[in-house]
């Protein structure tokens, strides 16, 4: 039986495929559009599912899709009555997207993918819920799903047994910690929906000195439960998020891409430790209500490494499970999920031990696009070679680009599509953003360690695969490893074995034979803007346009250098712009 | 001349997608003016005559906001409704 899951229109559009209850393939539109964060129609997504599969559109048992657009209307329509009339420029923008795509949904997927069988619409909040515990190793679990707001729901905590899940408290719109994060993270000029991990590694530098004032525009009780006082907020009906009472309290918003300051650095160390106590008290709560030491969670919030890495220390849960797209691209994944395993009643019988669900290219692909397009490369018969070469170069602080196998399934880079640095030069932070990221300077870079060795490196008993909790760096490892090093000592940890894959396993080792640390630096394999590369063009054409030194795809190895008619520029567009903003 | 011709056609065209663009645009902030002033206002009205709240935003004193639910799966047919 397959069953394709979609989501699309408001976030992160995405497929999944399952066959009996297992992941076939599943991917994010935004790798093949080229437009990050695309929230069109997946079709390039879904087209993809169904060649990995080889099925066509007559094939699928069910197409689902993450939420119920009829109540999210409802919604849409309430805030606009409640907040009349000054919500009518929010109402005038809204409505042709609602009227002409979100209400004509099952249509809009029988044309575009000409299929007539049947369209099933899964709980926003069930979704989620569906897309972290029906694919985790538990039998029983604890969920909280949290995230800006589904139909109604903005949080909700439940219990999963077996094949089925039961949410049993929500809290419902407008009062929404994914919301307030969001409302901060524009106050602070970075973009919502894209930027709010930004502003998680900004927390680090600063201290929560705004505490007494959050407390005023957030209230948080003993059970977990909070409310937000919104007359700070104007998101529930304009376009924007804060009010001028917010501002009055907070000062004047900061303009994109202006310094940084104090204040602004202290108020996300302010947000982020506020969330982390609102977290910690819901998952107490929820501990209480469900006696169970398993956890999974779901919905954007979730993608807060730094709470997840604190979850063990402050609650009694003791096995996190978080899946890598736990933002709405992965409820789609989740609403395919529910119906295979929890409506229709199958056996659970996957358990997501890789992320690796993307496109994959074989070896004939990538030499032909190397010389169909005269690239000079060089051609590795042993593998061998070329990952203890692939270890020297990065030893010698080149800049690696490693491209290989399928694409993950995520907002993280996870070895398959990974830029490859090292991580014990203390300049290589500088280097990076300097010749190839262009971030922030504040924003860390992330290490990637084995799973033999992560206990000698960070303070955890636990590693993980998909990049999602941050640890402690122990205090004498902090100067071997500088450039993953956070200001607060910490780093986002992944951890890999051999089985799971075996080449990035491999480099890593090779590197710990020239360095004596297994360690590397793992950073997504994009130009700044863009999303994660796909396909081998996209790889080729990020490393000529950025200061990434090799290319290693595959056994092939490509020197930048080596192809001076194909080098340009990708920051130059972006620099011009800042320099016209002063 | 053929392609003077061409020229003016394809500059008629896009004067005339584009003149189309604002009267859809007009068009659109009419109706929906209408729909929203109208409609939601004579509900908005009509609401708080009634007190009824469509959403609730007054901060609350209460020591749980937690809203009991129970929600779990129910017979395929029911997924077959956008809600």
């Known amino acids: 039986m397959y069953i394709l899951g979609i989501d699309c229109f408001y976030h992160d559009a995405a497929a999944c495929l399952l066959k009996d209850g297992k992941i076939v393939a599943a991917a994010e539109e935004e790798r093949f559009t080229r437009r990050k964060h695309d929230i069109n129609f997946p079709i390039n997504a879904i087209k993809f599912c169904l060649r990995q599969a080889n099925i066509t559109v007559d094939d699928l048992e069910f197409v689902t899709f993450y939420e119920k657009p009829l109540i999210k209307f409802e919604r849409i329509l309430n805030s606009n009555i409640e907040m009349f009339p000054f919500s009518f420029p929010v109402f005038y923008k809204a409505m042709p997207s609602w009227l002409n795509e979100k209400l004509k949904l099952k249509s809009i997927i029988r044309k575009k993918m000409k299929y007539n069988g049947e369209v099933l619409f899964v709980d926003h909040h069930l979704a989620h819920a569906a897309s972290c515990f029906l694919i985790s190793p538990f039998k029983k679990s604890a969920i909280l799903t949290i995230d800006g707001v589904g139909e109604w729901a903005t949080t909700s905590l439940g219990f999963g047994e077996g094949n089925n899940i039961t949410l049993f408290e929500q809290i419902k719109f407008p009062h929404s910690i994914g919301l307030l994060y969001s409302a901060v993270t524009e106050y602070l000029g970075f973009k919502v929906n894209n930027d709010e991990y930004k502003v998680m590694g900004l927390a680090a530098l600063g201290e929560p000195t705004y505490y007494d004032d959050f407390k005023k525009i957030i209230h948080i009780n003993e059970d977990g439960s909070y409310s937000l006082d919104m007359s700070y907020f104007i998101y529930h009906y304009k376009l924007s998020m804060v009010s001028k009472k917010f501002i009055k309290q907070f000062g004047p918003k900061r303009i994109p891409e202006s310094d940084l300051e104090k204040r602004h650095i202290d108020i996300a160390a302010t947000l982020q430790k506020i969330t982390e106590d609102a977290m910690f008290k819901m998952l107490n709560h929820l501990y209480e209500q469900t006696k169970c030491k398993n956890l999974c969670m779901a919905g954007g919030v979730a993608l807060n490494c730094v709470v997840n890495g604190k979850i063990r220390k402050h609650t009694p849960f003791k096995e996190i499970f978080i899946q890598p797209a736990a933002s709405d691209a992965g409820a789609g994944m989740g609403s395919a999920f529910f119906i295979y395993n929890t409506v229709l009643d199958r056996k659970r019988e996957f358990t997501m031990e890789n992320a690796y669900l993307g496109p994959g290219f074989s070896r004939d692909h990538i030499k032909n696009f190397l010389t169909k397009n005269k690239i000079n490369f060089t051609e590795f018969k042993d593998d061998s070679e070329l990952l203890r070469k692939t270890a020297k170069l990065i030893f010698d602080n080149k800049i690696i680009g490693f491209f290989q196998g399928r694409m993950e399934w995520g907002p993280r880079a996870l070895g398959n599509r990974s830029i490859l640095a090292n991580p014990c030069n203390p300049q290589m932070k500088d280097i990076l953003n300097d010749k190839v990221k262009h971030r922030e300077d504040f924003r860390p870079f992330a290490p990637v360690t084995t799973i033999e060795d992560f206990k000698k490196y960070f303070e955890s008993d636990h590693g993980d695969t998909f990049m999602l909790f941050v640890y402690p760096i122990k205090k004498d490892k902090q100067r071997t490893i500088p450039s993953v090093t956070h200001v607060d000592g910490t780093g986002r940890i992944q951890t890999v074995s051999r089985e799971q894959n075996k080449r990035y396993y491999q480099v890593i080792k090779e590197f710990e034979k020239l360095s004596g640390v297994p360690v590397l630096i793992n950073t997504s394999f994009n130009i700044r803007g863009e999303p994660i590369v796909c396909t081998p063009e996209d790889a080729y054409r990020c490393m000529m346009g950025t200061g990434i030194d090799y290319l290693v795809m595959e056994n092939f190895l490509i020197g930048r250098a080596d192809n001076p008619k194909d080098m340009w520029d990708s920051w130059k567009g972006r620099r011009e712009i800042l320099i016209k903003m002063g | ?83």
């Open chain 2, 1 to 83: 001349m053929s392609s003077g011709l061409g020229d003016f056609f394809k500059g008629f065209y896009e004067g005339f997608k584009s003149f189309g663009q604002s009267v859809s645009k007009v068009v659109n902030l009419i109706l929906l003016g209408v729909v929203y002033f109208v409609g939601m206002g004579l509900t908005a009205i009509f609401a708080k005559a009634f007190g009824k709240k469509f959403l609730e935003i007054k901060a609350t004193d209460s020591k749980s906001t937690w809203e009991k639910v129970r929600i779990k799966k129910e017979q395929l047919e029911n997924y077959k409704r956008m809600f």
